[in-house]
């Protein structure tokens, strides 16, 4: 739930996105095209900055990122060989949480709330609020196959939206907002910006509020998923999400 976001276009006064993040998606793309097969050892760095047209020290830092992600691994005599075994497609990109689910299943997102509300000691926490007035609030519960899988919370500050990426305010109040998670939303609106999240996994129990959402006893264990996603340094959006026992695997890419 940790990733780079895909860039698919730039509107005019948004943030530019750091180039060797490209970089980085082109070779990705290129390893699994076949250019760079799994095992086979990339080209020396002046060959393969040649080859992609880019300075050498941006191709070294797209070559940490990789290395870093699992892609490619480095080895003292040998050189930077792809790796075997790739992360499945999609690690690389920052995803909503009912897009984790899947694997041929139908995941439908049930709308619980759409509204705003005080801003809590957890939207405080994580949010930039201002003084005074309220935060956009939702809450849904995902469900996979037709049984609950997930119960998620999101808060996200109109101000700083508006400010940021008013598309994504606008996709809030749209006629279909509620079919999706404010994640998803906000991910559509912001294609080709910077968009990065960061997650904490905790282990805990539902609780008899969320427990009675997921319809489990209020003393059922689950994993509680805390997510903060950012245009560079601003926080655009906080979430919780509840997952109780039984529900599908949720992929994680764990940050080095």
Partial sequence: MVGRQRERGNGAG?????????LYERMVEAIRAGTYPPGATLPTEPRLAAELGVSRPALRE??????EDGVITVRRGV??????????????????????FGAGRQV?????????EEPTD????????P???EVRFWESVIEVGGLPACLTQEWASDETLAELL???????????????????LLLDAGRGLPLTGSSTIVATTLGR???????????TPGVLVTQVVRLERTPLLAAKHMLPPGAPALPVWQAR
């Fill in 14 to 22: 948004r943030p530019q996105r750091r180039p060797v993040v490209a």
């Fill in 62 to 67: 797209a070559l940490i990122l990789l290395q």
């Fill in 79 to 100: 050189g930077r060989t792809v790796s075997h075994h790739l992360p499945p497609r999609g690690f690389e990109f920052l995803k909503p949480v009912e897009s984790l």
């Fill in 108 to 116: 439908v997102t049930v709308p619980l709330a759409r509204t705003r």
């Fill in 122 to 129: 957890f939207s405080t926490q994580h949010l930039v609020l």
């Fill in 131 to 133: 003084a005074h007035g």
């Fill in 166 to 184: 008013p598309d994504a305010v606008a996709a809030f109040e749209g006629p279909g907002g509620g079919a999706s998670s404010m994640l998803g």
């Fill in 209 to 219: 509020q969320r427990g009675a959402q997921l319809g489990r006893p209020a003393d």
